[in-house]
């Protein structure tokens, strides 16, 4: 069997990315109380648009026809992650740790078995299926807090569900890009999910903000964060992530994705004094081997 040597280059491009987006996590949870969650996404998809529209702007007047061709599915695709998936996780964030966040979300593999199944007819072999349930198994031990009472009375923490949620969103909209991505370069099909998902966001974040007993205070605090997920997880983790799949395969790199929860671990110790529970290793083993289980040919 072929195996993929790592240097130190593709080893930071594989490792950087989750990095970025456990910081995500963190920030979103420091952004609570302080910036409304669906307004902060609103502002941080903003910002990633400015920055990508000089770079990609010739792309766009360049496949301008297959950007109107694609409209409906470039529309859907902005709705489900970045109006949707994003808003949930920052949802999340006000009433969940970043830790249970990162560990619910390292558990997309199980949801998109189901939703393949489901809604792309899809067919899996048995390990697929044993990998999804070691992957729930995983999900349970962060749902229940490692309290199985929980599950009978359901007394989940609000913040939970909308990261389940927000799971379920990412994973449609993954067969989305499996089944039917418009045959454009990444930086003009980003951007136009981009916009899309701005406009589509534009309407509720304006609910919030009309919902607020006090005006938004604005702060460094708020400009060091809005500036951070603007840059930082939205734009520069999904290039370096597209060169890391490219260096390394599409194989390899989903095993660095588990990275998310334990470096969300480790900052959320560092910077929120949120210290993992022993609940949380279990879900990490049991989520880890799952996607390994599900991803071994």
């Known amino acids: 069997m072929k195996t993929t040597r790592i240097d130190a280059t593709t080893l930071f491009l594989l490792t950087f990315p989750p990095l970025a987006w456990a910081g995500n996590a963190i920030v979103g949870r420091l952004a609570a109380g302080t910036v409304p ?13 400015l920055l990508l529209a000089p770079y990609a702007w010739r792309g766009v007047m360049t496949h301008r026809a297959a950007l109107r061709q694609h409209l409906a599915m470039l529309a859907t695709m902005g709705l489900l992650s970045i109006a949707s998936y994003n808003a949930f996780q920052y949802l999340a964030l006000t009433t969940s740790t970043p830790i249970n966040v990162t560990l619910i979300g390292a558990s997309t593999p199980l949801f998109l078995l189901l939703i393949g199944a489901c809604f792309f007819h899809e067919r899996f072999r048995p390990w697929q299926v044993a990998g999804a349930l ?5 999900v349970s031990f962060v749902l229940m807090r490692g309290e199985p009472e929980r599950l009978a009375h359901l007394e989940f923490v609000p913040g939970d569900l909308y990261m389940l949620a927000a799971t379920i969103t990412w994973s449609f909209y993954t067969w989305l890009l499996r089944k039917h991505r418009p045959d454009l370069p990444l930086p003009v099909l980003l951007l136009a999910q981009i916009v899309a998902g701005v406009i589509a966001s534009i309407p509720v974040a304006a609910w919030e903000l009309g919902r607020l007993t006090e005006p938004l205070q604005w702060s460094g605090k708020v400009a060091w964060i809005l500036l951070y997920v603007g840059t930082v997880p939205s734009l520069l983790a999904y290039f370096v992530w597209d060169r890391a799949i490219s260096r390394a395969g599409a194989q390899l790199p989903v095993f660095f994705i588990t990275l998310t929860p334990l470096f969300a ?7 929120l004094g949120e210290s993992p529970h022993w609940y949380h290793g279990m879900g990490l083993v049991c989520i880890g081997a799952g996607i390994w289980l599900a991803q071994r040919r």
């Open 37 to 49: 969650p669906i307004t902060l996404n609103l502002v941080r998809w903003i910002i990633a648009a």
């Open 134 to 138: 070691l992957c729930l198994l995983g």
């Open 265 to 271: 671990a480790v900052l959320s110790t560092v910077l």
